[in-house]
């Protein structure tokens, strides 16, 4: 019974002290996490030419992806190759690591891809989520258009039973 008793103090104990970490960490806030992005803001030199046409590209393909909304194959197009581009993220990441020095004025593609995935990634990921909005809306519109039409037709049917 002492066994007992002394495995449910040490699990209390246990407990508590992750009790008083998590409140510690939540009383902390933000502050760390906004200290580390403006960290890695002020590292990034946003003048390279590189960059500038990187967010470039991501800019002219979310208008692409916004001004074609309406046209869904195109969209699942866009969808995919945004996608492909996120898959092979890593591989371009090597690649620029190797040949930084020909485009960069300092090395931005640690092994992690850390770098490489907030700039080249996230956006790609962010504009496929919005394609893929923009998709499902349009599938709920085509599914209520057929499902009008069916209605209509199944009315037309009754009428010409009923005559």
């Keep these: 019974?002492?066994?007992?008793?002394?495995?449910?103090?040490?699990?209390?104990?246990?407990?508590?002290?992750?009790?008083?970490?998590?409140?510690?960490?939540?009383?902390?806030?933000?502050?760390?996490?906004?200290?580390?992005?403006?960290?890695?803001?002020?590292?990034?030199?946003?003048?390279?030419?590189?960059?500038?046409?990187?967010?470039?590209?991501?800019?002219?393909?979310?208008?692409?992806?916004?001004?074609?909304?309406?046209?869904?194959?195109?969209?699942i197009c866009m969808f995919?190759?945004?996608?492909?581009?996120?898959?092979?993220?890593?591989?371009?990441?090597?690649?620029?690591?190797k040949n930084w020095r020909s485009f960069a004025g300092q090395n931005y593609f640690d092994p992690h891809g850390l770098f490489f995935s907030v700039l080249w990634s996230g956006p790609l990921i962010l504009i496929s989520i919005i394609n893929l909005v923009n998709s499902l809306i349009s599938l709920c519109y085509l599914i209520v258009r057929w499902k009008k039409a069916e209605l209509r037709h199944r009315a037309r049917i009754s009428r010409g039973k009923l005559d």
Excluded: C
Excluded at 33 to 39: H, K, M, P
Excluded at 81 to 86: D, E, K, P, R, Y
């Design 80 to 97: 995919l190759m945004a996608l492909t581009g996120v898959y092979l993220a890593e591989n371009i990441n090597t690649l620029l690591a």
């Design 1 to 75: 019974m002492e066994d007992l008793y002394a495995a449910m103090n040490d699990h209390i104990d246990q407990m508590a002290d992750l009790l008083e970490k998590l409140s510690a960490e939540f009383r902390a806030g933000l502050q760390p996490a906004y200290d580390n992005f403006i960290g890695f803001f002020h590292a990034i030199d946003w003048k390279e030419p590189w960059l500038i046409g990187l967010m470039s590209f991501h800019v002219v393909l979310l208008l692409v992806v916004l001004i074609t909304r309406r046209n869904i194959n195109f969209q």
